[in-house]
């Protein structure tokens, strides 16, 4: 390699999705003007015996390698950029921040059909619109040619273009009539690229009337369209949220401009959907992990085409390419599905906002339980709180209760007094609703004769039961085994279930009530397509009579007949080693509660726990989700942890035990090298789940007060890290804000 060489040709800088953290430089393919490949189109290139489809980022006149070693690009699969300069930009950012090889961040903003280097061409949409002759003329003049005066009429009621589909709603034999229309030079033939209706066709119903604080959260983000801003929808649940983020939209569709709505989790978004569909005349596209790679690619390229004006999607939406961006919502921002947990490990709230920055346009972040980082930034102004503190309508807040159950009787987790109050419920002809956030049958499977436990030979994890499937899995890596019946320990004991699942539940509330219809929503039930939207509908028709659940429940689903909702064991999430469980709990009973008496109906939350006289629970029942935050904060603040300092977490698993500490001596000696500012390194020491998957694994923490200080020490220590020998013999992962430290 000798220094930077000039020449005069175009060397096109190329990103390929493989774990690298550079570019790669190659020349233009033979017979192509080399002005024709800009930034942000994809290409193929030889690499090292095969080929690959990269990306091209830059265009210099300098390389770092000989001219001659450079080979040109095979063929240049875009005509046209498919990714702007802002979205490349973004994606540059991401990668720098997140310390994550760039041809990796790029690729995971395509579809998998793109990424493979496929061309998928959209038909744009035919328009009609009128001219301004034809907006001038008066339908009268038509009187003798009845079918042409009747669409003249049409198009002029309606003040837009109309698509061919749209035409043909309004009257099958259409085309001869606007034909003659054209030729008069009264209407013309436009290809769209998102001719954003006006709203007479924009809308299919019209909007709720607001009240006074959601009109309040209208106005403050309509203002300010246009324009960046980060605004916190802080809305209890029931509040009209939604119908906040719909007239929102409303008035970005009337700029002509795209609106990107991200939910949390898959099952969400067939709810919103509906709503979205039921309110706007608008191509709605979808993008989520159950469509096909055709049906995603589809979205994504109508978004990026502008022939899309709304974008429903979960995390991995985040980077579509927009023609015409107005706004970006992100729904229950609090949760922690919006934080990829492999691979990439990015923040989709977190890149919402810098994406919003760059494209001078507003984010809205809505949540019944904002997360503590997003009110610390409401406290520091960096975002404007938008407060719904009423429920709409005539909907009243439940009533929140501790059910103290130490030495009481219970069967299978529920107790005589949660009994008798199922009973009370179910007697009005009105629904239950139990949580419990654990899949299976039972956490543990173990021996009443030796104490022997079922566990998992390649993790640090007990084996869960399922009995309807006759197995024992590890849900972590996801191993199988059949049910055993003795004890392969001391061959005689029994064994015994221990510790509540969902499944196990379920078996003793259809002895205990055999004439009520029970539901189990949990990821195991609901695997096979459409299972899901078919028990929700159970549920809305009143078919079922008790729904047994775990972590899906607790988001944005509406079930207003249920009026009793009771969470079968608070305490796992009050003794846990990450500093994020206490903020998950409160989060999680208040969104469990926010399903309890939807309707004018009051509903009543029973928690059952060992900890009656616990500070957290007995601030949030008393005081509320807002005094709890505010506890919490100041207590985050005391110890210095996240918001008020900065975190990034080295992951690393070896399948030899010696390997990782062989690994962190190098990194040590490494680190000794490096300016460590202030950052605080604390650790190495063994995961929370020493084992998992037959891998052995460790974890080291780097804290700083200052993010910019602790990413300056992450840009020295990374290249580096990534280039030491015993750096290849275990695989390591950096993972910046982490979630949980697992």
């Known amino acids: 390699m000798s220094n930077m060489q000039h020449c005069d040709k175009s060397i096109y800088k190329v990103a390929i999705s493989i774990p690298v953290y550079r570019l790669f430089d ?3 393919p033979e017979d192509t003007a080399s002005d024709s490949i800009k930034p942000g189109v994809r ?47 973004l994606l540059q950012w991401a990668a720098n921040y997140y310390h994550h090889p760039i041809g990796v961040v790029i690729g995971s903003a395509f579809p998998a059909a793109l990424r493979q280097g496929k061309v998928m061409l959209i038909k744009p949409q035919k ?19 009845p079918k042409q005066q009747q669409a003249l009429e049409k198009f002029q009621s309606t003040g837009s273009s109309l698509t061919e589909a749209e035409l043909t709603l309004w009257e099958e034999g259409w085309r001869p009539a606007v034909k003659q229309l054209i030729t008069k030079k009264l209407i013309q033939l436009t290809l769209s690229e998102a001719g954003v209706a006006n709203v007479g066709a924009l809308m299919n119903k019209p909007a709720l009337p607001a009240n006074t604080q959601q009109q309040a959260a209208i106005d403050a983000v309509c203002t300010s369209l246009g324009q960046f801003g980060v605004f916190l929808l802080d809305g209890v649940t029931g509040s009209g949220k939604t119908e906040v983020y719909l007239q929102i939209i409303r008035s970005v569709l009337e700029r002509g401009q795209q609106v990107l709505v991200l939910v949390p989790e898959i099952t969400l978004t067939p709810q919103l959907e509906d709503r979205f569909r039921q309110r706007f005349a608008v191509d709605i596209a979808l993008s989520h992990s159950k469509l096909t790679d055709k049906q995603r690619a589809v979205a994504w390229l109508k ?17 579509t390419p927009l023609k015409n961006p107005g706004l970006i919502i992100l729904d229950e921002e609090h949760d922690a599905s919006f934080k990829q947990q492999e691979g990439f490990r990015f923040s989709a709230r977190d890149i919402a906002v810098v994406r919003g920055q760059l494209l001078h346009i507003p984010v809205l972040l809505g949540s019944a339980t904002p997360s503590l980082e997003s009110l610390h930034n409401v406290n520091k102004q960096r975002y404007q709180l938008l407060a719904l503190p009423d429920r709409a309508g005539k909907a009243i807040e439940p009533t929140l209760h501790l059910l103290d159950i130490r030495n009481k009787r219970m069967q299978e987790g529920l107790s005589a007094a949660l009994l008798e109050e199922i009973h009370k419920t179910l007697a009005r002809q009105e629904q239950v609703l139990l949580f419990l956030n654990r899949r299976g049958f039972a956490p543990t499977l173990i021996c009443h004769g030796c104490g022997w436990v079922a566990r998992c030979h390649r993790c640090d994890a007990n084996l869960v039961i399922h009995v309807d499937e006759n197995c024992l899995r590890c849900h972590h890596c996801a191993k199988e085994q059949p049910l055993l019946r003795r004890c392969p320990e001391c061959k005689v004991g029994e064994l015994t279930p221990l510790g509540l699942g969902t499944e196990r539940v379920e078996k003793v509330l259809a002895e205990l009530f055999p004439n009520k219809v029970t539901v189990r929503l949990d990821r ?20 079922v009579d008790i729904i047994l659940g775990t972590q899906m429940l607790a988001k944005g689903h509406h079930f207003p007949n249920v009026t009793l909702v009771a969470i079968l064991d608070v305490d796992s999430g009050l003794f846990s080693i ?10 999680m009973i208040v969104q469990v509660s926010g399903r309890a008496g939807r309707a004018e109906k009051r509903g009543k939350v029973i928690m059952q726990t060992r900890q009656p006289d616990h500070p957290l629970l007995t601030t949030l029942i008393q005081q509320g989700y807002q005094s709890f935050a505010i506890s919490a904060l100041a207590e985050r603040k005391q110890a210095a942890l996240p918001p008020f300092s900065y975190q990034a977490l080295l992951r690393v698993q070896a399948a030899e035990e010696a390997l990782p500490s062989i690994f962190f001596q190098a990194l040590a000696d490494l680190i000794k090298t490096l300016n460590v500012r202030h950052t605080q390194i604390l650790g190495p020491v063994s995961a929370p789940m020493a084992r998992r998957a037959g891998l052995y694994r460790y974890q080291l923490l780097f804290q700083n007060n200052r993010r910019n200080e602790l990413q300056h020490f992450l840009d020295e220590l990374v290249p580096k890290l990534a280039a030491i020998k015993q750096a290849k013999k275990v695989h390591w992962t950096l993972d910046i804000d982490p979630v949980d430290l697992y």
């Open 26 to 28: 190659y020349l233009a």
């Open 43 to 89: 290409v193929e290139v030889p690499f090292g015996k095969g080929k690959k489809v990269g990306y091209v980022l830059e265009i210099t006149t300098y390389s770092e390698f000989e001219l001659i070693k450079l080979k040109p690009i095979l063929r240049v699969i875009d005509p046209h950029p498919l990714l702007s300069k802002k979205d490349l930009r």
């Open 127 to 145: 328009r009609y619109a009128l001219t301004d002759m034809g907006v001038a003329t008066s339908s009268q003049q038509l009187q003798r040619m």
């Open 303 to 319: 978004m990026q085409q502008g022939q899309g004006s709304i974008l429903l999607g979960t995390r991995s939406a985040l980077f």
């Open 524 to 543: 195991d039930s609901t695997q096979r397509k459409g299972v899901l939207e078919d028990y929700l509908q159970q549920i809305n028709n009143g078919e």
């Open 578 to 587: 990450d500093f994020h469980a206490a903020e998950k709990l409160a989060q």
